[in-house]
């Protein structure tokens, strides 16, 4: 599952950020996220989205708050949690 389709509220586990190649360079979009923490085993969740297309996307790793566009979002691959009865 895409970090970008990931239900409001619901926790996950990174498992990976895709590369997507350009000529001439590295994809730095992905390398920026693995840099801000999105490294697999990573704990995220889905905190908000925005109000106008839903876009963008306010995801939770730890205790630091990131904004997100889908398009962005849509790198990270993540394998969600199951929720615990409290």
């Known amino acids: 599952m895409r970090l970008d389709s990931l239900p409001l509220g619901q926790s996950a586990v990174v498992v990976s950020v895709e590369d997507r190649p350009q000529v001439g360079s590295t994809d730095v979009i992905a390398r920026r996220l693995r840099e801000l923490g999105f ?13 106008i297309g839903a876009d963008p996307l306010l ?6 708050r990131f904004a997100l566009r889908r398009s962005e979002a849509a790198r990270v691959v993540v394998s969600p949690q199951a929720e615990s009865a409290a």
Do not use: D, K, M, S
Request: no cysteine.
């Open 59 to 64: 995801i939770q790793i730890g205790f630091t």
């Open 39 to 51: 490294v697999p085993g990573e704990p995220v969740r889905l905190a908000a989205w925005g109000p």
